[in-house]
């Protein structure tokens, strides 16, 4: 069994900064990329910035400059900064791993998302 648990999320005002973590407990033999996604209401959820196993990150436009994704292999989280948020901001976000569990089994995992509100 593997879980996804995130935390973070709240309320704050435009330009504000806020702070997401996401962590991977069970029975887990190894993660791979690292994302998180967003999804506002009436809308389709999106890619918001990813990590790969080495590291490497990309993010959508609308973020990029703002956002920051990273990651801590010792403690299976990962994060993503938020810095200038703006209202169109405002979705419950969620985190998704790659993951190989144990005996060996890949797998896609998501957490059960966190709101995230930005008010004008």
């Known amino acids: 069994q593997v879980q996804l648990v995130e935390s973070g999320g709240g309320l704050v005002q435009a330009g504000g900064s806020l702070r997401l973590s996401c962590t991977a407990s069970?029975?887990?033999?190894?993660?791979?990329?690292m994302a998180w996604y967003r999804q506002a209401p009436g809308k389709q959820r999106e890619l918001v910035a990813t990590?790969?196993?080495?590291?490497?990150?990309n993010y959508a436009d609308s973020v990029k400059g703002r956002f920051t994704i990273s990651r801590d292999n010792a403690k299976n989280t990962v994060y993503l900064e938020m810095n200038a948020l703006k209202p169109e901001d405002t979705a419950v976000y969620y985190c998704?791993?790659?993951?190989?569990?144990?005996?060996?089994?890949?797998?896609?995992?998501w957490g059960q998302g966190t709101q995230v509100t930005v008010s004008s």
């Open positions: 069970g029975s887990i033999f190894s993660i791979h990329d």
């Open positions: 998704n791993m790659g993951i190989v569990s144990i005996p060996y089994i890949p797998n896609d995992y």
């Open positions: 990590i790969t196993g080495g590291s490497s990150t």
